[in-house]
């Protein structure tokens, strides 16, 4: 149990480890390919828990914010409520429509998870435990994010169903605006830290987090992110009421599941992505005395950001079609403009 | 190291033979994103990873998004595609052109070895700004010059 508190310590058992694997006879590619295994296995069990606890911590949330109670007959208070449902999705049945492009509605599930697992491994968590440290960070977790989309679609299309190709086309319509508009808020920070990398990046913000310097560009980048993971109040992707279900409407069982835990995992990613660049990633608050490990401070922070983004989805109503488009084009993009032009003058002028 | 560029080569290059054979345009497109994204991981093992990713975000998160979104604006979506006769000829025609093109370049380029410098991003950004200012201007103009021209064609069909 003292191993979790002390992640240092954690961390040299497995320095150890590993050393001790290299000395003996498993050749060094084996090796390799065990630890990728052992880490991608880590990686989707924490984004399967992970979402398990969000998607009833969304319920409560929803339900406090409505007057409402949630969930509360599955165990105590209802906290066994998502495992009853993941049960109950394992044990669905597949379908597949009848006219439907079988291998694409296969594909596109595995297309919308595996690049939000790919981005897991960009992340630094701590400033020991992250799995591998990528000098363009951010680049990398934008191209993997950029990858899910296509699944989207596709799934869209695969199902030969009008609502679910409404859903897909609304998607590529709103990551397309989107993504230019969230490259754009980054910047200002990226020029400030003159780094790509994550951990340059937290380095940087030890006397002051970058939310100070970037306030334009921290908002700018919180209202594109819920636009990139299709949340409220930019879902119109799979607005309930207009379109069924939007892209996954003919999806049932395991292959629907996919979808929610890549959507989990990207929400997720989004607001690690926050911290990291806006709230000073795994360091402690500035003045506060250290009291947890920096792998806490992390995850308090995520999930502060991710109780704000289900604070907004449970506050604002759904924007239509053409509002969405008008906000990124006419506001969020000129306003990046903006961020940019301004933090380059300071930056001469200093 | 050898063993990847093998593999991720026949990914490149069985998805590009699937993008022209393939009937059905969805997956043609389907197939040109695994090629993108072959090329790109080509880019990451030749350690240009800059580039790598750039062609990621740019072409699987942008040009096959919006050819998809085309397509499915367009093309009747659950009938397979038709090729005349002529366009296989001038296809094939033109491909063979651009091959003879490259393979005469590669003759009589001699390319030597590199050795490693500094490809990273500060590097290519001051490259950019400094000896490559005004070829890099000009390819945005023409950037301008072909988005101006798409919105003019697509006006004039309006009215």
């Known amino acids: 149990m003292e191993l979790l508190y002390d992640t240092g310590k954690l961390i040299g058992v497995i320095e150890n480890l590993l050393q001790h694997c290299k000395d003996s006879w498993l050749p060094g590619w084996l090796l390799t390919?065990?630890?990728?295994?052992?880490?991608?296995?880590?990686?989707?069990?924490?984004?399967?828990?992970?979402?398990?606890?969000?998607?009833?911590?969304?319920?409560?949330?929803?339900?406090?914010?409505?007057?409402?109670?949630?969930?509360?007959?599955?165990?105590?208070?209802?906290?066994?409520?998502?495992?009853?449902?993941?049960l109950k999705l394992l044990q669905k049945?597949?379908?597949?429509?009848?006219?439907?492009?079988?291998?694409?509605?296969?594909?596109?599930?595995?297309?919308?998870?595996?690049?939000?697992?790919?981005a897991y491994v960009a992340i630094s968590w701590s400033p020991k435990i992250r799995v591998a440290d990528i000098n363009l960070g951010i680049l990398y977790i934008f191209a993997a994010g950029s990858?899910?989309?296509?699944?989207?679609i596709l799934a869209g299309w695969s199902s030969a169903n009008k609502w679910s190709l409404l859903g897909g086309m609304r998607s590529a319509a709103q990551i397309?605006?989107?993504?230019?508009?969230?490259?754009?808020?980054?910047?200002?920070?990226?020029?400030?830290?003159?780094?790509?990398?994550?951990?340059?990046?937290i380095s940087s913000q030890k006397n002051c987090w970058y939310i100070a310097?970037?306030?334009?560009?921290?908002?700018?980048?919180?209202?594109?992110?819920?636009?990139?993971?299709?949340?409220?109040?930019?879902?119109?992707?799979?607005?309930?009421?207009e379109l069924v279900g939007g892209f996954h409407t003919e999806y049932s069982a395991m292959k629907f599941a996919m979808f929610f835990l890549g959507e989990y995992a990207n929400v997720f990613i989004a607001s690690a992505l926050c911290t990291?660049?806006?709230?000073?990633?795994?360091?402690?608050?500035?003045?506060?005395?250290?009291?947890?490990?920096?792998i806490v401070w992390f995850l308090i922070k995520t999930y502060l950001v991710i109780f704000v983004i289900m604070w907004i989805r449970w506050t604002y109503p759904r924007v239509r079609v053409d509002q969405l488009m008008n906000l990124s084009w006419k506001f969020l993009i000129p306003l990046g403009f903006l961020n940019i032009g301004v933090t380059g003058l300071v930056m001469a002028i200093k | 190291?050898?063993?990847?560029?093998?593999?991720?080569?026949?990914?490149?290059?069985?998805?590009?033979?699937?993008?022209?054979?393939?009937?059905?345009?969805?997956?043609?497109?389907?197939?040109?994103?695994?090629?993108?994204?072959?090329?790109?991981?080509?880019?990451?093992?030749?350690?240009?990873?800059?580039?790598?990713?750039?062609?990621?975000?740019?072409?699987i998160g942008g040009v096959i998004l919006l050819f998809l979104f085309l397509i499915m604006l367009t093309e009747n979506l659950f009938e397979e595609r038709q090729v005349a006769f002529f366009q296989r000829i001038t296809g094939v025609g033109l491909v063979l052109l651009l091959f003879g093109i490259f393979v005469s370049i590669f003759m009589k380029q001699p390319f030597q070895v590199i050795p490693k410098t500094d490809y990273s991003i500060a590097e290519i950004g001051r490259l950019l700004m400094t000896d490559y200012l005004i070829p890099f201007e000009v390819v945005s103009l023409l950037l301008l010059v072909a988005l101006i021209g798409a919105i003019v064609i697509a006006r004039k069909e309006e009215e």
Request: proline share 5%.
């Open chain 1, 213 to 241: 310097y970037q306030p334009l560009g921290f908002l700018l980048f919180l209202v594109s992110a819920l636009a990139e993971t299709n949340r409220a109040p930019f879902d119109i992707v799979e607005a309930e009421q």
């Open chain 1, 147 to 152: 990858l899910g989309t296509l699944g989207i």
């Open chain 2, 1 to 59: 190291m050898e063993i990847a560029f093998y593999i991720l080569s026949g990914m490149a290059v069985t998805s590009a033979i699937l993008v022209v054979s393939l009937k059905n345009l969805v997956r043609a497109i389907l197939a040109l994103a695994s090629l993108f994204l072959s090329i790109a991981a080509l880019y990451i093992l030749l350690s240009a990873e800059f580039l790598g990713l750039v062609q990621t975000l740019v072409y």
């Open chain 1, 33 to 86: 390919l065990g630890i990728m295994v052992v880490v991608a296995i880590i990686i989707v069990a924490f984004i399967a828990v992970n979402t398990l606890m969000l998607v009833l911590a969304e319920r409560k949330v929803s339900a406090f914010i409505q007057d409402r109670l949630g969930p509360m007959r599955t165990g105590p208070y209802g906290i066994l409520q998502t495992v009853a449902d993941a």
């Open chain 1, 276 to 294: 990291t660049l806006f709230l000073g990633g795994w360091q402690a608050v500035p003045g506060l005395p250290i009291i947890f490990p920096p």
């Open chain 1, 176 to 201: 397309i605006s989107y993504e230019i508009a969230l490259l754009l808020s980054v910047i200002g920070v990226i020029m400030i830290a003159s780094s790509l990398n994550l951990e340059t990046i």
């Open chain 1, 93 to 118: 049945e597949d379908i597949t429509p009848k006219r439907a492009d079988r291998l694409i509605f296969f594909l596109s599930p595995i297309i919308v998870f595996a690049p939000a697992v790919m």
